[in-house]
Nanobody, 118 residues
Framework: QVQLAESGGGLVQAGGSLRLSCAAS????????MGWYRQTPGKQRELVAR???????NYADSVKGRFYISRDNAKSGVYLQMNSLKPEDTAVYYC????????????WGQGTQVTVSS
């Protein structure tokens, strides 16, 4: 049973925008903070942004002012609007759910590739 499913990745030129979506099972969405992480080959998975049930957000310094996380309680969805993309944003992006705003939780999606060309 798929509990987190990402979509919206793709290839974009530097300076462009993409919007990632994550569809969550309802119970997971209702009980948890939601977040986005990214990973490149040979590196650890890193925080991009998280949002708790009350709407408080937490962003990595590298994406502040360019990326925006939001959640839609009616759709059990979490979204990542990525603007002013840079080649260094290229990674596999993963959706995550867990109780804390400050760290990832147990539930992970399968990932979606984002490639930013220079």
């Amino acid at each position: 049973q798929v509990q987190l499913a990402e979509s919206g990745g793709g290839l974009v030129q530097a300076g462009g925008s993409l919007r990632l979506s994550c569809a969550a099972s309802r119970i997971i969405f209702q009980l948890n903070a939601m977040g986005w992480y990214r990973q490149t080959p040979g590196k650890q998975r890193e925080l991009v942004a998280r949002i708790n049930r009350g709407g408080t957000t937490n962003y990595a310094d590298s994406v502040k002012g360019r990326f925006y996380i939001s959640r839609d309680n009616a759709k059990s969805g979490v979204y990542l609007q990525m603007n002013s993309l840079k080649p260094e944003d290229t990674a596999v992006y993963y959706c995550n759910a867990g109780p804390l705003l400050s760290e990832p939780g147990y539930y992970w999606g399968q990932g979606t590739q984002v490639t930013v060309s220079s």
